[in-house]
């Protein structure tokens, strides 16, 4: 068997139109025109759009120059100590724990366990009212 010899292939036929067709030569020109005509002989007059009113702002100076205005602080939340009552020199007021340490006085969950512990006489702070002084 004898090798055949390659032919190349004719890409010219491909490009060689079948027949003539006239109504898309005429789609392309009426386009042309048509966009020609709006462009040069077209309306005029600006289309009205609903926009602001156009603000000049001219630059600022270097002696007139205002500090930026500063971002707002980022949005933290601070958690409380649990409210509950301390009788402090025979005071009942309502603390938290920590203030209540500190004015030396004795800390209550509840209201009612306060006021039964928290006597006027009881001046050292003392639930177990007033010492046996010697």
């Known amino acids: 068997m004898e090798p055949r ?4 292939p004719d890409i010219d036929e491909l490009f ?3 027949r003539f067709r006239i109504l898309p030569v ?4 009426g386009l042309c025109i048509f966009g020609f005509w709006l462009m040069n002989a077209g309306p005029k007059k600006p289309i009205p759009r609903n926009l602001p009113p156009f603000k000049i702002v001219p630059p600022p100076h ?7 205005p500063k971002a707002a ?3 933290t939340v601070t958690l409380m100590p649990p409210q509950g009552w301390c ?3 025979g005071k009942l007021s309502e603390a938290n724990r920590a203030t209540c340490d500190d004015a030396k006085g004795v800390y209550f969950q509840s ?16 639930p177990r009212g007033p010492g046996k002084g010697t």
């Open 111 to 126: 209201e009612k366990q306060a006021r039964a512990a928290c006597s006027p006489t009881a001046t050292s702070g003392s």
């Open 5 to 8: 010899e390659l032919k190349r």
């Open 26 to 29: 005429l789609v392309i020109v």
């Open 87 to 89: 009788c402090a020199g």
């Open 62 to 68: 270097a002696a007139q120059t205002q500090p930026s």
């Open 73 to 75: 602080p980022p949005f």
């Open 16 to 18: 060689k139109p079948k």
